[in-house]
Nanobody, 117 residues
Framework: QVQLVESGGGLVQAGGSRRLSCTAS????????GGWYRQAPGKQRELVAT???????NYGDSVKGRFTISRDNVKNTVYLQMNSLKPGDTAVYYC???????????WGPGTQVTVSS
């Protein structure tokens, strides 16, 4: 079993920055993909960014050039640096850890990010 704990959410003004962290504990295998997804009220959950264990990244179109995902494999932590935030970035942000070889995926409880105009 894997547990994920997110931190870093909160209220930020438009144009500001915020860094989210997601720390994993439990039976963590080295080959995994960490990711951030978000869900705004009335909308479907969407991809923000993912990063493989070797560091390959992928971003949703709406955050490219503004958000950066990174990871520290020693600390079992995935980060999301969010810059130039917009009110449209307001959502609950969820951390995900996916083990493709095992067919398993785990989610954190989510952290609220609110961007005021």
């Amino acid at each position: 079993q894997v547990q994920l704990v997110e931190s870093g959410g909160g209220l930020v003004q438009a144009g500001g920055s915020r860094r989210l962290s997601c720390t994993a504990s439990g039976n963590i295998f080295s080959m995994n993909t960490g990711g951030w997804y978000r869900q705004a009220p009335g909308k479907q959950r969407e991809l923000v960014a993912t990063i493989t264990s070797s560091g390959t990244t992928n971003y949703g179109d709406s955050v490219k050039g503004r958000f950066t995902i990174s990871r520290d494999n020693v600390k079992n932590t995935v980060y999301l640096q969010m810059n130039s935030l917009k009110p449209g970035d307001t959502a609950v942000y969820y951390c995900n850890l996916h083990f493709s070889a095992l067919g398993l995926s785990y989610w954190g409880p989510g952290t609220q990010v609110t961007v005021s105009s």
